[in-house]
C-alpha cells in the first residue's frame, strides 16, 4: 500500500494554509502536509496586513486556525527556505513543494528624494503598527503636522485612517502596546491622500472608503474639481457598482468640512508625485497635476504644486521576492505557472513544484481569493503525482534535529497565542495585545522561559 502523499507548504498565510487543507479534502486525509514559516506565528497578511481596528476580517484566522488543527498538517515555526532548508532539501523530504510566499516588498516611486529619511514604505508602517517582528524597533516621526500617503487602495486607506486616529481610539485592538504609546505622542494634524489618477480609478472599496468619513477625530475633505468626471469614467459610474459607491461616498466628501475636529483628511485626485524635497530628510513633496490621454494613460500637466509634508508613505503597489533556485519572472514579479504548476526557463513544468497566492498570480484579489487559487494547483499538482509510489528519501524532522534549529511547533504558538490574551487582561485592553519583538515571542512559546 502506497504511504501517503507528503507535501510541504511554504508560508502560513491565507494561501498556504488553504492550500494545506485543499490537499486534505482532495485526498480524503491521506496527506501529511507540513507547513513552513519563518516566524513564530502563522496567518500570515490575516496577523500582519488586515488592520488593527478591521476585526471582522481578522476573525478569518479562526477558520485557518482548524485547517491547522487538523491531524494531517503540522505548523514548523522559525524555519526560513533559503536560510534554514534549502529548495533541494525540500524535494529530498516532500513528494511535492507549493510556495506561497506572498507579496512581501513595496514597488519604488522612482522619483528623486526618495531615499530620504521620512520617505517610507508603506508596508514598514503597517509592519509596525500590526506587531510584526521585523518591524518592531522602527521608529517613526510622528512629529511631523503634515504627512503624504501616495496611493489610493485599501492598503492606503488603512495607513490614513490609522494616522487620523487617536491612540485612545485604538486600545481596544491588537496593537502593540509601544505602538500605542508611539501614536499617543503624534502630533499629526493634516493627512493628504493622493492618487494619480482620477476618483473612477481608485482602487479602494466602498466600504473602506466610507469608513474615512465616519472618524470622531477627523474630518475629511475632496475638492469639486478633482470629483470632475469625463464622459468615460461617468459612463463606468453608473455601470460599476464598486465604482458608482466610491463616487457617490466621495462627492459627499466635497463640502467645506469646516473646523473642530483636531486631525483632517485631504483627498487629492489627479496628482503624480515629482520629487520629495528636503536636505537630510523630508520636507516637502513637490506633485505634478496629471490626465488621462487619449489612449487612457495618464500623462503630466506641466503643472506643479508642493505640499509641506514631513513624511511620505508610498503605497503603490506590491511585489514578490525570488525564491532561490525557482523560476522567477522579474517583468510581472511572480514565478511563471500554468494552473499553479511552476513552469521552468524550457516552457516546461517543473516537478514536483507548485505556487498558490500572490507570488502565483501577483498581489489582487481579496483574502478569500486564495481559497480557489490554492485549490486549483492542489487539484494539478495531485494529478500530476497520479497514482504514483510515493516515499520521500528522507525525514525532515531528522533534518531540522541534526541543524539544531529551534523549530516552533503548533503548540508553541498556542502558548504565544495565550500571553498575548494574557498580556490584553493584564492591561485592560481588548482581546489580545500582539507581542512584537523577537525575544519576547520565542520565549512566550516556550512558555515564558
Known amino acids: 500500500m502506497a504511504s501517503p502523499v507528503r507535501v510541504a507548504v511554504i508560508g502560513s498565510g491565507p494561501a498556504g494554509i488553504y492550500a494545506a487543507e485543499a490537499l486534505v479534502k482532495q485526498t480524503d486525509g491521506d496527506v501529511r502536509v507540513d507547513v513552513f514559516d519563518r516566524l513564530p506565528t502563522p496567518y500570515g497578511l490575516v496577523r500582519y496586513g488586515v488592520a488593527p481596528d478591521h476585526k471582522s476580517i481578522k476573525s478569518i484566522a479562526r477558520y485557518l486556525q482548524k485547517v491547522l488543527e487538523n491531524p494531517a498538517v503540522r505548523f514548523f515555526g522559525c524555519v526560513e527556505l533559503g536560510r534554514d532548508i534549502s529548495r533541494a532539501d525540500l524535494l529530498e523530504c516532500y513528494d511535492a513543494v507549493v510556495y506561497s510566499t506572498g507579496a512581501m516588498v513595496d514597488r519604488h516611486m522612482r522619483v528623486p528624494g526618495e531615499d530620504l529619511p521620512g520617505s517610507i514604505a508603506a508596508t514598514d508602517f503597517v509592519n509596525w503598527y500590526c506587531g510584526h517582528p521585523d518591524a518592531a524597533d522602527h521608529a517613526f516621526d510622528l512629529s511631523v503636522e503634515e504627512v503624504a500617503v501616495i496611493g489610493v487602495g485599501n492598503v492606503a486607506v488603512d495607513v490614513v485612517r490609522i494616522l487620523a486616529k487617536t491612540a485612545g481610539e485604538l486600545r481596544e485592538t ?112 513637490r506633485l505634478e497635476k496629471t490626465r488621462l490621454d487619449e489612449t487612457g494613460r495618464v500623462t503630466g500637466t506641466g503643472e506643479f504644486e508642493t505640499l509641506p509634508v514631513g513624511m511620505v508613505l508610498r503605497s503603490v503597489g506590491y511585489q514578490s521576492v525570488p525564491l532561490e533556485g525557482v523560476p522567477f519572472d522579474e517583468r510581472s514579479y511572480t514565478v511563471p505557472n500554468e494552473g499553479g504548476r511552476i513552469i521552468g526557463p524550457d516552457g516546461s513544468p517543473v516537478p514536483r513544484e507548485y505556487v498558490a497566492g500572490w507570488i502565483k498570480r501577483g498581489p489582487s484579489g481579496v483574502v478569500g481569493t486564495n481559497k480557489s487559487d490554492a485549490a486549483e494547483t492542489v487539484r494539478n499538482l495531485l494529478e500530476d503525482l497520479g497514482g504514483a509510489e510515493t516515499g520521500p528519501k528522507r525525514n525532515i524532522e531528522e533534518l531540522l534535529e541534526a541543524r539544531g534549529l529551534p523549530v516552533v511547533t503548533y503548540d508553541d504558538w498556542l502558548k504565544l497565542d495565550a500571553a498575548e490574551i494574557a498580556l490584553a487582561q493584564s492591561l485592560d485592553r481588548g482581546e489580545r495585545v500582539k507581542l512584537a519583538r523577537w525575544e519576547a515571542m520565542t520565549s512566550a512559546c516556550r512558555g515564558g522561559e
Open 174 to 285: 491588537d496593537v502593540p502596546e509601544q505602538v500605542i504609546e508611539a501614536l499617543s505622542r503624534s502630533r499629526v494634524k493634516r493627512v493628504h491622500m493622493i492618487g494619480r489618477r482620477g476618483p473612477a480609478q481608485a482602487k479602494f472599496t466602498t466600504k473602506e472608503a466610507r469608513e474615512l468619513g465616519e472618524l470622531p477625530n477627523a474630518s475629511i475633505h475632496v475638492s469639486a474639481e478633482d470629483m470632475e468626471l469625463d464622459p468615460a469614467s461617468a459612463e463606468l459610474a453608473e455601470k460599476d457598482r464598486k465604482v458608482g459607491g466610491n463616487i457617490k461616498v466621495l462627492r459627499s466628501w466635497t463640502e467645506d468640512p469646516g473646523a473642530g475636529r483636531p486631525r483632517h483628511i485631504d483627498v487629492r485626485f489627479w496628482r503624480a508625485p515629482a520629487e520629495i524635497l528636503g536636505t537630510d530628510r523630508v520636507e516637502g513633496l
